[in-house]
């Protein structure tokens, strides 16, 4: 982290925000992250930043959920990293809440059923293409590449369980990757 | 209220939050599998309704845990199930956050995402087939879940428009 003058962002600064990254993530919370902490909030430059993104990727948990704990750890230690959770999540509850009790009310409904599987279809679709996306851009190596692609056709294909299938590919995918580490 | 689904909700989530590695969307095959199959919670069809107001709504994607706990047990459901994928992660986290401050050891850190983060992404892509598969939406449910694929790997726009536009032209193929 390049250590400028800048005191480290208050409680309350933290908290408003990583309420706006919740409110605002519509569609995908890494956007509107990366907005809120590297350009309106300047907490890390966009070095920084790639680099804690890179490494939630890899870590379990929702991506954005791990970056708001170790921000808010790193600058107000445990009550930051509380803080910036309960931020991060708290709209986008009350959100879910109000959804969910009004499909509890209209899931009797055969247009309601219709529209939600269209939404269900499309939301898969969102999901193919944004983990196609990140594939790309993360720039695997051949044998990333097929760790990847094992890990599709066992899951999608065989519905291997995710941890078998997590405990067979994860040391492959680590020997690779430190195999290609050393040869650079 | 009952006390046991709250019991069973808890660990579910909070043992299957430990191999989300690359968020919870990689968790949507054996969330399926244990409420749809293991525990008889929810039909198929309405998992595949519960997913598609997840993905909907805002905020990370551990909100198809909160809202499988909201529908099984009402809003102590949806803190429990909330509480439960939030919590080993971050405490994980934590650790990693503080550890990373005194490796000098880069290369570890690219070897590990290097080598995790390719392998998260090819399981999310079998979430979306599997979650493609789940919805039933037939031919029609097939190519709007590619069309919509296609768009948002192609274009920079939000997620959020494709997802509308998929959904209201799922409508219009059912209904002609």
């Known amino acids: ?50 680099q804690l993104i890179g ?33 991060i999540m708290a709209a986008p509850l009350a959100i879910l809440v109000a959804a969910a009790t009004t499909y509890d009310r209209i899931a009797g409904y055969p247009l309601a059923r219709l529209a939600l599987t269209g939404a269900a279809v499309s939301a898969a679709g969102l999901v193919l293409g944004t983990a196609a996306k990140l594939l790309v851009r993360a720039r695997p190596s051949p044998i990333s590449w097929a760790c990847a692609a094992a890990a599709l056709i066992a899951v999608a294909a065989f519905r291997v369980p995710l941890p078998w299938a997590l405990a067979c590919l994860a040391p492959l995918g680590l020997a690779g990757a430190a195999w290609s580490s050393r040869r650079r | 209220m009952n006390g046991r689904p709250l019991v069973q909700l808890a660990i579910l989530f909070g043992s299957l939050s430990l191999i989300s590695i690359g968020g919870a969307n990689v968790l949507i095959p ?3 599998r244990q409420v749809v199959e293991t525990y008889a919670w929810l039909d198929s069809a309405s998992f595949t309704r519960l997913f598609a107001i997840s993905q909907a709504a805002p905020g990370p994607n551990v909100m198809l845990a909160s809202i499988i706990g ?28 503080r550890g990373i401050r005194h490796w000098s050891g880069s290369r ?11 392998l998260a992404l090819g399981l999310m892509l079998a979430s979306g087939v599997v979650a493609a598969r789940a919805a039933s939406g037939g031919l029609a449910g097939y190519m709007i879940t590619g069309a919509v694929g296609l768009a948002v790997f192609f274009t920079r726009r939000n997620p959020l428009l494709w997802m509308g536009l998929g959904m209201i032209a799922f409508m219009l193929a059912q209904r002609l």
């Open chain 1, 1 to 50: 982290m390049s250590a400028g003058p800048a005191p480290p962002p208050r409680l309350q600064d933290l908290f408003l925000g990583f309420l706006k990254i919740g409110l605002m993530g519509f569609g995908g919370v890494a956007a509107v992250a990366r907005h809120v902490i590297v350009v309106e909030r300047a907490w890390l430059d966009d070095e920084d930043y790639g």
């Open chain 1, 55 to 87: 490494l939630c990727q890899a870590l379990p948990g929702a991506n954005t959920v791990n970056a708001a704990v170790m921000l808010g750890d790193r600058y107000r230690g445990l009550a930051g990293a509380l803080v910036c959770v309960v931020g």
């Open chain 2, 30 to 32: 054996e969330i399926h």
């Open chain 2, 70 to 97: 909201w529908h099984i047990a009402g809003l102590s459901g949806l803190m429990v199930a909330t509480i439960a994928i939030l919590t080993p992660p971050a405490i994980i986290a934590l650790l990693a956050g």
């Open chain 2, 108 to 118: 570890a850190i690219r070897v590990f995402t290097g080598g995790l983060v390719p």
